[in-house]
Protein backbone atom coordinates (compact mmCIF):
# COMPACT_ATOMS: atom_id res chain seq x y z
CA UNK A 1 0.00 0.00 0.00
CA UNK A 2 3.05 1.90 1.06
CA UNK A 3 4.79 1.89 -2.26
CA UNK A 4 1.44 3.06 -4.02
CA UNK A 5 1.28 5.83 -2.19
CA UNK A 6 4.76 6.58 -3.36
CA UNK A 7 4.55 6.11 -6.70
CA UNK A 8 1.60 8.05 -6.68
CA UNK A 9 3.60 11.13 -5.11
CA UNK A 10 6.15 10.60 -7.77
CA UNK A 11 3.73 11.21 -10.31
CA UNK A 12 2.86 14.51 -9.26
CA UNK A 13 6.24 15.22 -8.38
CA UNK A 14 8.22 13.98 -11.43
CA UNK A 15 6.50 16.47 -13.76
CA UNK A 16 8.04 19.48 -12.02
CA UNK A 17 11.42 18.08 -12.45
CA UNK A 18 11.50 17.32 -15.95
CA UNK A 19 9.56 19.93 -17.57
CA UNK A 20 12.09 22.91 -17.34
CA UNK A 21 13.13 23.69 -20.65
CA UNK A 22 15.75 25.98 -23.03
CA UNK A 23 14.08 29.01 -25.00
CA UNK A 24 16.18 30.89 -27.18
CA UNK A 25 14.93 34.24 -26.98
CA UNK A 26 13.70 35.20 -30.81
CA UNK A 27 13.81 31.68 -32.17
CA UNK A 28 15.80 31.72 -35.02
CA UNK A 29 16.49 35.29 -35.36
CA UNK A 30 17.92 35.03 -31.86
CA UNK A 31 19.23 38.38 -30.08
CA UNK A 32 18.99 41.49 -32.34
CA UNK A 33 17.35 44.90 -33.80
CA UNK A 34 14.66 45.02 -35.40
CA UNK A 35 12.46 42.42 -34.22
CA UNK A 36 9.21 42.35 -32.11
CA UNK A 37 10.35 40.78 -28.73
CA UNK A 38 7.07 41.32 -26.97
CA UNK A 39 4.42 39.82 -29.35
CA UNK A 40 7.36 37.18 -29.66
CA UNK A 41 7.03 36.55 -25.65
CA UNK A 42 3.34 36.56 -26.00
CA UNK A 43 2.25 32.84 -26.52
CA UNK A 44 5.10 31.76 -24.20
CA UNK A 45 4.79 30.49 -20.51
CA UNK A 46 8.21 30.97 -18.90
CA UNK A 47 8.55 29.02 -15.16
CA UNK A 48 11.61 28.97 -13.01
CA UNK A 49 14.28 26.46 -13.81
CA UNK A 50 13.80 27.75 -17.83
CA UNK A 51 16.81 28.63 -19.08
CA UNK A 52 16.56 32.06 -21.41
CA UNK A 53 19.41 31.99 -24.21
CA UNK A 54 20.32 34.83 -25.88
CA UNK A 55 22.10 34.07 -29.41
CA UNK A 56 24.10 36.29 -31.37
CA UNK A 57 27.38 37.19 -32.96
CA UNK A 58 29.90 38.15 -30.32
CA UNK A 59 30.36 41.77 -30.31
CA UNK A 60 27.53 43.02 -31.92
CA UNK A 61 25.38 42.93 -29.20
CA UNK A 62 24.98 41.66 -25.48
CA UNK A 63 22.64 41.65 -22.95
CA UNK A 64 21.86 42.98 -19.75
CA UNK A 65 19.62 42.49 -16.63
CA UNK A 66 17.87 45.73 -16.21
CA UNK A 67 14.20 46.88 -14.10
CA UNK A 68 10.95 48.09 -15.13
CA UNK A 69 12.38 51.68 -15.49
CA UNK A 70 15.47 50.74 -17.04
CA UNK A 71 14.00 48.56 -19.26
CA UNK A 72 11.43 51.43 -20.30
CA UNK A 73 14.18 54.27 -20.37
CA UNK A 74 16.69 52.15 -22.09
CA UNK A 75 18.99 52.44 -19.26
CA UNK A 76 22.42 50.47 -19.09
CA UNK A 77 23.76 48.97 -16.21
CA UNK A 78 27.77 49.42 -15.77
CA UNK A 79 29.56 47.53 -18.37
CA UNK A 80 30.40 44.81 -16.14
CA UNK A 81 27.34 43.63 -15.70
CA UNK A 82 26.73 42.91 -19.18
CA UNK A 83 26.51 39.39 -20.80
CA UNK A 84 28.83 39.31 -23.55
CA UNK A 85 29.21 35.59 -24.97
CA UNK A 86 27.35 35.52 -27.88
CA UNK A 87 25.73 32.65 -26.25
CA UNK A 88 23.92 33.72 -23.02
CA UNK A 89 22.06 31.65 -20.79
CA UNK A 90 20.07 32.73 -18.21
CA UNK A 91 18.54 30.65 -15.66
CA UNK A 92 14.90 32.24 -14.51
CA UNK A 93 16.17 31.45 -10.94
CA UNK A 94 12.67 33.63 -9.63
CA UNK A 95 9.11 34.03 -10.20
CA UNK A 96 8.27 37.37 -11.28
CA UNK A 97 8.44 40.00 -13.91
CA UNK A 98 12.14 40.07 -15.38
CA UNK A 99 13.50 43.14 -18.26
CA UNK A 100 16.24 42.45 -20.63
CA UNK A 101 17.81 45.08 -22.88
CA UNK A 102 21.15 45.14 -25.45
CA UNK A 103 22.94 47.91 -24.33
CA UNK A 104 25.00 48.65 -27.87
CA UNK A 105 24.38 51.80 -29.03
CA UNK A 106 20.85 52.84 -29.80
CA UNK A 107 19.79 49.01 -30.20
CA UNK A 108 17.12 48.99 -27.39
CA UNK A 109 16.09 53.13 -27.88
CA UNK A 110 15.95 52.89 -31.55
CA UNK A 111 15.93 49.05 -32.53
CA UNK A 112 13.54 47.78 -29.71
CA UNK A 113 16.31 45.57 -28.75
CA UNK A 114 14.30 44.96 -25.26
CA UNK A 115 12.25 41.82 -23.58
CA UNK A 116 10.01 41.63 -20.84
CA UNK A 117 8.86 38.54 -20.00
CA UNK A 118 6.52 37.11 -16.27
CA UNK A 119 8.31 34.39 -15.11
CA UNK A 120 5.93 31.87 -13.45
CA UNK A 121 6.93 30.22 -10.07
CA UNK A 122 6.47 26.41 -11.04
CA UNK A 123 6.17 24.33 -14.36
CA UNK A 124 2.92 23.49 -14.26
CA UNK A 125 -0.25 24.04 -16.09
CA UNK A 126 -2.36 26.51 -14.68
CA UNK A 127 -5.78 25.37 -12.81
CA UNK A 128 -4.74 21.58 -13.95
CA UNK A 129 -3.42 20.39 -10.30
CA UNK A 130 -3.89 20.91 -6.86
CA UNK A 131 -0.71 21.92 -5.92
CA UNK A 132 -0.84 25.30 -7.62
CA UNK A 133 -2.57 26.97 -4.97
CA UNK A 134 0.89 26.68 -3.11
CA UNK A 135 3.29 28.58 -5.80
CA UNK A 136 0.44 31.38 -5.91
CA UNK A 137 1.54 33.87 -3.18
CA UNK A 138 5.28 34.02 -4.65
CA UNK A 139 3.73 35.71 -7.97
CA UNK A 140 3.11 39.06 -6.47
CA UNK A 141 6.50 39.17 -5.23
CA UNK A 142 8.57 42.46 -6.74
CA UNK A 143 10.98 41.48 -9.64
CA UNK A 144 14.07 43.59 -7.96
CA UNK A 145 16.73 41.30 -6.19
CA UNK A 146 17.78 38.09 -6.77
CA UNK A 147 19.14 36.48 -4.06
CA UNK A 148 17.10 34.60 -2.28
CA UNK A 149 14.54 33.47 -5.34
CA UNK A 150 17.00 29.60 -5.42
CA UNK A 151 16.02 29.19 -2.04
CA UNK A 152 12.56 30.31 -2.03
CA UNK A 153 11.88 27.84 -4.67
CA UNK A 154 13.17 25.21 -2.89
CA UNK A 155 11.43 26.13 0.24
CA UNK A 156 8.39 26.02 -1.81
CA UNK A 157 9.28 22.39 -3.39
CA UNK A 158 9.75 21.34 -0.50
CA UNK A 159 6.23 22.49 0.90
CA UNK A 160 4.81 21.27 -1.61
CA UNK A 161 6.25 17.74 -1.39
CA UNK A 162 5.77 18.00 2.42
CA UNK A 163 2.35 18.74 1.99
CA UNK A 164 2.11 16.26 -0.60
CA UNK A 165 3.20 13.29 1.42
CA UNK A 166 0.82 14.82 4.25
CA UNK A 167 -2.48 13.99 2.24
CA UNK A 168 -1.35 10.57 1.33
CA UNK A 169 -0.24 9.42 4.99
CA UNK A 170 -3.54 10.94 6.05
CU1 LIG B 1 22.21 45.03 -29.76
Not at 35 to 51: L, S
Request: proline share 5%; glycine share 10%; charged share 10%.
Amino acid sequence: MASKQILILLAIAFPVLISAKDITVGDHTGWTINFDYQTWAQDKEFYVGDKLIFKYPVGSHNVFKVNGTGFQNCIKPALSEALISGNDTIVLATPGRKWYICGVGQHCASGGQKLFIVVNPVAMSPGASPWQSFGAPTQDLPATGSGNGILLASFQSIMAIALAILFVVV
